[in-house]
């Protein structure tokens, strides 16, 4: 399959912990981008890394990129009840087209 | 509002019916995008346009039909659809394409097939 798995599945955190949702591909890429999704809602683009970085920080969030396992992670740091909602990685290869995986749910208990 | 407009949000047809969804963005992006979206299934692509030009027919059934009458607008009609067609219908739009930029999405159409 060209698309790339996220683990785990489903992920169950407390207020204030943090969370670790990683991303797995099979393919060369150009970049690796991470999207959130609310509960039957469109789509929202949260950080791009292209393959030449391995770490990128925009607020509570931090995402690292190693090509050479072919995986990439996004850590939320200090985790809120807002922060609930499903995780995509989608990578984008020579093409004008993003190829998403399977997704993440994060559920966050006040 | 992410700037990517999508109607209805809300759909219900019937297996002989007619309907398009709408997709419309005024934020100078150049390509169009039609993902779908099942329970328990990844995001699947079905149409890219670029510059109104279609670039991509990811073997999508006939009974779909794109049409990109310019850069800002981009439709989907549907017909003689099947139950399994029910799902969440995102367009996005995006300014290069996906190598160096995100895409902005809709929040989509909630269609079923009855």
């Known amino acids: 399959s060209q698309q790339g798995e996220e683990d785990p599945q489903a992920l169950s955190i407390q207020e204030g912990e943090n969370a670790t949702m990683n991303c797995s591909y099979k393919t060369s890429i150009n970049n690796l981008q991470w999207y959130r999704q609310n509960s039957g809602r469109g789509l929202v683009h949260l950080i791009l890394?292209?393959?030449?970085?391995r770490e990128k920080h925009s607020g509570r969030l931090r995402v690292t990129l190693d090509t050479s396992k072919k995986s990439s992670s996004l850590l939320i740091t200090a985790s809120r009840a807002a922060d609930t909602a499903s995780y995509f990685c989608?990578?984008?290869?020579?093409?004008?087209?993003?190829?998403f995986g399977t997704g993440t749910r994060l559920q966050v208990f006040p | 509002e992410t700037g990517v407009t999508q109607t209805p949000r809300h759909l219900v047809m019937g297996m002989t019916n007619k309907k398009s969804l709408k997709c419309e963005q005024h934020?100078?992006?150049?390509?169009m995008y039609w993902y779908k979206q099942s329970a328990k299934k990844p995001l699947e692509l079905m149409f890219v346009?670029?510059?109104?030009?279609?670039?991509e027919n990811n073997s999508v059934p006939s009974r779909f039909s794109p049409e990109c009458p310019n850069s800002s607008h981009l439709f989907l009609h549907l017909h003689t659809l099947q139950p399994e067609d029910s799902a969440l219908y995102l367009c996005?739009?995006?300014?290069?394409?996906?190598?160096?930029?995100?895409?902005?999405f809709g929040s989509g159409t909630r269609l079923t097939v009855v």
């Open positions: 890394i292209r393959s030449n970085e």
């Open positions: 996005a739009s995006s300014l290069g394409g996906a190598v160096e930029y995100g895409y902005t």
């Open positions: 346009y670029n510059f109104k030009e279609q670039t």
């Open positions: 989608a990578r984008s290869y020579n093409t004008d087209k993003l190829i």
């Open positions: 934020l100078g992006h150049n390509a």
